[in-house]
């Protein structure tokens, strides 16, 4: 699975973001997908993950509420729609594909395929 992320930009505290991520390949739908973020200086975190129907979702506490991922496997694509974005969240993000179908994998170990990330940054 080849992955690649778009969607990132520039935008204010407050606004709002929509990630993509298109897959290759026709095993997509088999895997469960998760997206991940690095800002300068830190470890890549783990954001949010959804199985492979999308019926089963995951996030991490600094973004549950705002945050809403979701996947289209007719397209192959898995999004990421951010709002009430704060300067914290500014990082590149990154979809990742996992080894396993069900939901929901927080480590990096557990994911094989990655997108090559899109860069978030959100002003105050």
């Known amino acids: 699975v080849q992955l690649q992320a778009s969607g990132g930009g520039l935008v204010q505290a407050g606004g709002s973001l929509r990630l993509s991520c298109v897959g290759s390949?026709?095993?997509?739908?088999?895997?469960?997908m998760g997206w991940f973020r690095q800002a300068p200086g830190k470890e890549r975190e783990f954001v949010t993950a959804?199985?492979?129907?999308?019926?089963?979702?995951y996030y991490v506490d600094s973004v549950k509420g705002r945050f809403t991922i979701s996947r289209d496997n007719a397209k192959n694509t898995v999004y990421l729609q951010m709002n009430s974005l704060k300067p914290e969240d500014t990082a590149v993000y990154y979809c990742?594909?996992?080894?396993?179908?069900?939901?929901?994998?927080?480590?990096?170990?557990?994911?094989?395929?990655w997108g090559q990330g899109t860069q978030v940054t959100v002003s105050s």
């Open positions: 990742a594909a996992a080894r396993r179908s069900y939901c929901c994998q927080t480590e990096s170990n557990d994911y094989d395929y």
């Open positions: 390949g026709r095993t997509f739908s088999s895997h469960a």
């Open positions: 959804i199985n492979w129907s999308g019926g089963g979702t």
